[in-house]
Structure formats: C-alpha cells, structure tokens
Antibody, heavy 118, light 110 residues
C-alpha cells in the first residue's frame, strides 16, 4: 500500500534550521511529486511548496522561498524539506503529500511536529 | 496568494445534507478544474475526499460530491453521519503554478 513516513518530532531554537524527511513506498517514487504543507496549532493548512521527484524542479510559496529548500533522494525514495532561520511562527505540524504537478495531495504523511522554543 | 474563502463553520443533523463553499478568483478556482477537498479529523492528517472538482478517490463514500460554478466550488455531504464531523479544506491550483488552500470549515453534526 502507498505510504509516506515522516521523521520524528523536532525541538529547535529560534534562528536554527530543521530538516524533515518523508520516505515513500508502495508506488514509483519518480512518477509523482511531493507537496509540503504545514499547519500551525489551531490553524488551517498552508502550502509550502512542491518538488518534482523526476526532475528536482521546485516551486515555493512566495513567503517562504528565501528560507526553504526541498530536495529528494531517488535512491531511497525520500523527500526532504529544510526550513532555515526558524521563528515561533514556524512552529507547526509539517506534512508531506504525494502530488501530481502540485494540483492535489492524494496521500499524506503522518505529520512531523516542529516546536520552536528558546 | 490569498487563501480561498470558506465559511468558518457549518452544521447539520444526521441524515441531512450540507454544502460547504470555497470562493477564489479567476486565477485559481475559476481558472482551473483542479479543486480538491480534504477531510481532517482532530490530530490526524488530512484525507483527500474530492479531486478535480467532482471526482472521488477510490474508497470515498458517494455521499460526498463536488461541483463548481465560476469562482466558487462546493462540497456537498448528503445523509450526514456522526463520523463526518471534522474540518474540511478546499484547495485549488493557481495561475502561479502553486497550490492555494481555503481557511477551513468546521462541520458539526448535531
């Protein structure tokens, strides 16, 4: 069955960076892209960006494009999202989701809680 | 990119039908048939319920249906059940090749 398994919860200090992984299984990794979506406590879903697992092309949300980098490792079917210069506003659950050209998210990871605290 | 506009909350009794709206612009909802709807229960990851305006993924109940008119998309849930109580989000592909989400709607089953 199709699964996206994300790395565990992280606690970071303001100004630090976090890198979340998302390991895919049950389908051909390079046939679908990966969206990254985050959800702050009690808030809605926020699209962060998309990466093509085939070409490594990326599209980022304008508000995050200076701080976020999305990459993939096709040898392990794993996608990564790194967010730098963390502030308290970045505290959220981060999700990866399988996607076709950023049009929808059909399978989701379980989420990774990122806490930002001094 | 501004978030798509959804009502903050809707409610209905078991067996009834409810509709959740999702309003965007001609640069997103109105311009593409790439509107999706997601259901999210507390503490869980979102689940895709409708894609490409009106298509249901395998395994999703036919009580869920989607439609679009102009810049507004809608999700209708018929025969409301207690298990439908959740948050619902719409999303749309945009002219900037990005994805835009709605603010979310809390569905309460009375």
């Amino acid at each position: 069955q199709i699964q996206l398994v994300q790395s565990g919860a992280e606690v970071k200090k303001p100004g630090a960076s976090v890198k979340v992984s998302c390991k895919a299984s049950g389908y051909t990794f390079t046939s679908y892209g990966i969206n990254w979506v985050r959800q702050a406590p009690g808030q809605g879903l926020e699209w962060m960006g998309w990466i093509s697992t085939y070409s490594a092309d990326t599209r980022y949300a304008q508000k995050l494009q200076d701080r976020v980098t999305m990459t993939t490792d096709t040898s392990t079917s794993t996608a990564y999202m790194e967010l730098r210069s963390l502030t308290s506003d970045d505290a959220a659950v981060y999700y990866c989701a399988r996607s076709i050209a950023a049009r929808r998210c059909d399978y989701w990871g379980q989420g990774t809680l990122v806490t930002v605290s001094s | 990119q501004s978030a798509l506009t959804q009502p903050a909350s809707v409610s209905g009794s078991p067996g009834q039908s409810i509709t959740i709206s999702c309003t965007g612009t001609s640069s997103d909802v109105g311009g593409y048939n790439y509107v999706s709807w997601y259901q999210q229960h507390p503490g869980k990851a979102p689940k895709l319920m409708i894609y490409d305006v009106s298509n249901r993924p395998s395994g999703v109940s036919n009580r869920f249906s989607g439609s679009k008119s102009g810049n507004t998309a809608s999700l209708t849930i018929s025969g409301l059940q207690a298990e439908d109580e959740a948050d619902y989000y719409c999303s749309s592909y945009t002219s900037s090749s990005t994805l835009n989400f709605g603010g979310g709607t809390k569905l309460t089953v009375l």
